[in-house]
């Protein structure tokens, strides 16, 4: 079992631009949840999504948005990139929920430029 | 709204000393409280969570409701401890659909 699976591990996007992220969860789990963690702090919930559907949403604006697939695999999209959004974007994907805890993948680099 | 706060970024102990990483924790309900780690060039790995009341790896660590406290013990501390440390938070009435993290604690071991 390969766990949680990101891509890519790193990208570079110029200001304004639009990117997506990629999660494939581990095997047997139906959730997944993105957090942002950037340098010198801890990750911070961005949303959860569970049978397709968005279930919870932290503090984050409307450039952020994602999407779950019938295979329970899960895309982070972030429109009009700001120099702020650099920061390590992590994958958890969980089973009902956060009920049996999470397993995180080793996340994706994003640099902003 | 949730908030966890690890008072120290860095925190350095000679191997053989105990080790006590602080987490606090502010929540109206009924919280329930991790420890992540992550090892240099791993990913974040959950080590502790208070309902298990196990121990791993050496580690303990007991929820305090009257202090709001969940602080992470060992008492004789390992060169492999060195790590980052991550106290967080999750609210079972609402079905633990999120985790709050601290800032996160460095922790190194001097041999």
């Known amino acids: 079992d390969a766990g949680v699976t990101q891509s890519p591990t790193h990208l570079i996007k110029t200001r304004g631009q639009q990117v997506t992220l990629r999660c494939s969860p581990k095997s047997g789990h139906d959730t997944v949840s993105w957090y942002q963690q950037a340098l010198g702090q801890g990750p911070q919930f961005i949303f959860q999504y569970y049978e397709e559907e968005e279930r919870q949403r932290g503090n984050f604006p409307d450039r952020f948005s994602g999407h779950q697939f019938p295979n329970y695999s899960s895309e982070l999209n972030v429109n009009a990139l700001l120099l702020g959004d650099s920061a390590l974007y992590l994958c958890?994907?969980?089973?009902?929920?956060?009920?049996?805890?999470?397993?995180f993948g080793s996340g994706t680099r994003l640099t902003v430029v | 709204a949730q908030r966890v706060t690890q008072p120290e970024k860095l925190l350095s102990v000679f191997k053989g000393a105990p080790v006590e990483l602080k987490c606090n924790y502010s929540?109206?309900?009924?919280?329930?409280l991790f420890w992540y780690v992550q090892y240099s060039r791993q990913r974040l790995q959950l080590l502790l969570r208070?309902?298990s009341r196990e121990s791993i790896k050496g580690f303990t660590a007991d929820l305090n409701k009257g202090e709001t406290s969940f602080h992470l013990k060992k008492p004789f501390a390992q060169e492999e401890d060195s790590a980052m440390y991550y106290c967080a938070l999750s609210r079972p009435d609402f079905g633990n659909e999120k985790l709050t993290f601290g800032t996160g604690t460095r922790l190194t071991i001097i041999p």
């Open positions: 929540y109206s309900g009924s919280p329930e």
């Open positions: 208070h309902i």
């Open positions: 958890a994907s969980s089973l009902v929920a956060g009920l049996y805890g999470y397993t």
